[in-house]
């Protein structure tokens, strides 16, 4: 809901809510049996793994928690529907969910493939939180009302913060160990470039006209000096 703004206090503490709901799945699928009890209903016996793998994926889903949690209730200002929360909170659980039955599927120790994806999630966390950050702060500062941020991280990319998501949903769909979960950022890439962007860009051209049209001319819409 662009250009409309209010505390949307019911939809942020219900996604919030439905977010507290995945990672408690995350944690009952990696370390509570709940993977042995998925394996028992279906006949079969639950495969060994590495516990150290088992809590780098639920590392990515408590920083994720934290993240967002953080940028609902503190950052973001733009009014948020029910709608919208719960559609996010139960694409959240989905995600957790899914990432946390393939880390625990996962029998092989932490290898190169998994720390790759840890510093493509660290990266990808702090892109996203610190351009938000940034961008929140500068638009507190009266002297920039009605004006267009085109500074900080969104200098490389006119929505470097979609950017920050894809890297870390990336990682995480490494360090869960399995190639279906790259399936996850690709239909993520998919919602960015089709939907996201031509919406919230269209958006800001009818809100800032030239200068939106000047800051796009020599912008990247999504990855930085790529696309």
Known sequence: MYGAYDKSTGPKAVLTALHVV???ASAWILFG??????FHWMGRTAPGDHFLARGLVFGCAAIYFARISYGTLFLYKRTVSYGEGIGIGLYVIAIDVLFAFFGRS????IGLVMLLGAVLYVVGSYVNTRSEYLRGSWKKD???KGRLYTTGYFRYSRHVNYFGDELLF???ALIAGS????????LMACG???VNIPMLDGYLKRKY?????AYAARTKKFVPCVY
């Not at 190639?179 to 690709?186: C, E, K, S, T, Y």
Request: with cysteine; proline share 9%.
């Open 22 to 24: 995945a990672v408690c």
């Open 192 to 194: 960015f470039i089709f």
């Open 106 to 109: 996962n029998q092989g120790p």
């Open 142 to 144: 009266p002297a920039h």
């Open 179 to 186: 190639a279906w979960g790259l399936i996850v950022p690709l």
């Open 170 to 172: 990336t990682g995480y």
């Open 33 to 38: 049996g709940g993977f042995e009890i998925l």
């Open 209 to 213: 006209g030239a200068e939106f049209e």
